[in-house]
């Protein structure tokens, strides 16, 4: 009998075809909770993409052996209930972090050089807003970041080798020695790199310690000439706050890519300013880099049902039962 597998939200066909003749392979008919826990009975091993994913589901599931992240970020996932019923949840973080980076340093470089207000104004006939002055040079201006893990570290190594800048960070998981070799002064508090980068790029997961950590508190120790970059998650920043810190010029510009809640509501106070930079959690949405996601969610799910421990687990201690 072929093992089932349930994709919740489509994936790229590359990532179907890691199946073979071993596995049933469907797409839900929907990614909703009522939907998956009708259609988890019998599955052995389920892909999920940003679709939420809660005890709900995993109490329903009945043979459910794995759960495959396609991305790097498993907060929409019960890992508890997962762990408690013996389930291993794998995930991809080698496969946006190329992505992702690439990303954070296109939309630095495009609020220092004032490119969408620019474009915006030059379709508009503003042609005199070339002499506003107000686009600068990132050459040895400060780069903070919050989390330097495998995003966060290409981030750092970039912003260096294309803007020449200063990199700081604050990551209490990271040894000293390990920032000195990526080029990164690790700093004391994290209050330390709101109040000297001109620059603070958001590269955490979210956790309850990070819900809200940029909040009106952290936004005021920023320079009013400075940016915020968000692509970790929409939760770890109050959307609120930082609508207010733009409008009144408590910080200049800001840029992200995630949002609380998602998709975000249409009449979000974000959309009508013109000093932020926005895109639809998209930022490792690259060819490539789906491509990555999806092969490496079914590889995963392909290894462990057949008997082998995958390379990324996220709850290891589920062996153990």
Not at 5 to 27: A, K
Not at 202 to 223: D, F, G, I, Q, Y
Request: aromatic share 4%; proline share 5%.
């Amino acid at each position: 009998m072929k093992l089932k597998i349930l994709i919740v939200q489509p994936i790229h066909e590359r990532g179907v075809q890691v199946f073979d003749e071993r596995f049933d392979v469907r797409v839900a008919s929907d990614p909703s909770v009522a939907t998956v826990v009708k259609e988890i009975k019998g599955v052995a091993g389920v892909i999920v993409r940003t679709a939420p994913f809660p005890r709900e589901i995993i109490e329903a599931a009945d043979t459910l052996k794995v759960i495959g992240r396609h991305g790097v970020g498993v907060d929409n996932i019960d890992i508890q209930a997962a762990t408690e019923k013996g389930i291993v949840v794998i995930n991809t973080p080698d496969a946006n972090a190329t992505s992702v980076a690439e990303h954070a340093l296109t939309v630095i470089g495009a609020l220092a050089k004032r490119v969408a207000v620019y474009d915006r104004a030059t379709r508009d006939g503003r042609w005199e807003i070339r002499n506003s002055y107000k686009a600068v040079d990132l050459d040895g201006k400060t780069l903070g970041l919050v989390g330097i893990g495998r995003i966060g570290s290409m981030v750092a190594r970039r912003a260096a080798a294309a803007y020449n800048m200063k990199v700081i960070a604050f990551d209490p998981y990271i040894q000293p020695e390990t920032a000195s070799r990526l080029g990164v002064s690790l700093v004391a508090r994290l209050d330390d790199v709101f109040r000297q980068a001109d620059v603070v790029s958001l590269h955490t997961p979210l956790t309850p310690e990070t819900r809200s950590l940029v909040n009106e508190a952290k936004l005021r120790l920023m320079k009013p000439t400075s940016f915020l970059v968000n692509f970790s998650r929409g939760e770890v920043v109050d959307e609120n706050a930082l609508c207010e810190a733009l409008k009144s010029g408590v910080i200049a510009a800001a840029a992200i890519d995630v949002y609380d809640p998602e998709p975000p509501r249409k009449d979000n106070p974000l959309f009508a300013l013109e000093n932020i930079l926005l895109s639809p959690h998209s930022a490792a949405l690259t060819e490539e880099c789906v491509i990555r996601m999806a092969t490496g969610a079914a590889e995963g799910i392909v290894d462990l049902l057949s008997g082998k421990r995958p390379r990324f687990v996220v709850n290891p201690d589920v062996f153990k039962r």
